[in-house]
């Protein structure tokens, strides 16, 4: 999820979000897909509260050093003070459009679900060409929104609410265009994978669960009416009490080799 500045009530569901049990295996399956080794240089753009960060951090150790980044000041006060009994671990306000590091800095770049809120992916592609190794890897994790599956009671309603939810991204299909876009940028082996997460019922402390939250909040704050709103909420958990409660949501790991 994006936003400019992390107040109490998002930051509160970004905690959900990043320690629910999909969250959690995500993380885990970037960072396999990482391949990381001791004395690794890596970087996260888009950071926010730092979880994939203190994850990386041990798998560089010993000598290695990971990076996060965030354009939200506050988003980097929080993973500064929450991750400061790491010491290999250091977080950085900067653009990524305009990254605030030296030519060739990192072994690794990564980002997960940020490069489909950029405006220019290929400019900020060309930021991590920049700051990448000759022969350092670009990790960038995405989710396909077009591919989302929510069984709903109300399929014209669902249909409308996702397509208003898609408003806040700035390309909702971003891993369609992504792998000419790397090979553009002048990155080499472009590869992908899926990453395909399942609920067949509902778990208040599960994505959808916390992800329903952030379309509430985003719908009503679009002209959706709170009545509305909760009764599409009513109309998921009703599906879920008929034993029919299926979420599926499609996201694809891509990488690439800088020559």
């Known amino acids: ?10 930051l509160r569901l970004v905690e959900k979000f990043n320690t629910s049990a999909g969250a959690v295996e995500r993380r885990s399956r970037i960072l396999r897909a990482l391949d990381l080794r001791p004395g690794h240089h890596v970087l996260d753009i888009g950071t926010g509260p730092g979880h994939q960060v203190a994850e990386i951090a041990p798998n560089v150790a010993p000598g290695g050093l990971v990076k996060g980044v965030d354009a939200a000041e506050s988003a980097i006060a929080i993973a500064r003070e929450r991750w400061a009994g790491l010491n290999n671990v250091e977080f950085v306000s ?3 459009y305009k990254l605030p590091f030296e030519n060739s800095s990192f072994d690794v770049v990564m980002s997960s679900q940020v490069f489909e809120y950029l405006d220019d992916v290929a400019a900020a592609l060309s930021e991590v060409f920049r700051v990448l190794k000759p022969k350092g890897r670009v990790l960038i994790h995405g989710t396909e929104w077009g591919a989302l599956l ?47 997460h399942v609920e067949t019922s509902y778990d208040p402390t599960s994505m959808s669960a916390v992800l329903m939250k952030f379309v509430v909040g985003y719908v009503v704050s679009q002209g959706i009416s709170q009545d509305e709103a909760d009764e599409w909420v009513d109309d998921l958990l009703s599906v879920d009490a008929a034993g029919e409660y299926f979420f599926s949501s499609n996201e694809y790991i891509f990488s690439a080799e800088k020559p």
């Open 150 to 196: 929510w069984r709903s009671g109300d399929a014209e309603r669902m249909a409308r609410f996702m397509s208003i939810w898609d408003r806040h991204l700035a390309d909702p299909h971003m891993p369609q265009t992504l792998a000419k876009k790397l090979r553009v940028a002048g990155f080499n082996g472009v590869k992908a994978e899926p990453v395909v």
């Open 94 to 96: 900067g653009d990524a």
């Open 1 to 10: 999820m994006a936003k400019s500045e992390f107040d109490d009530d998002f």
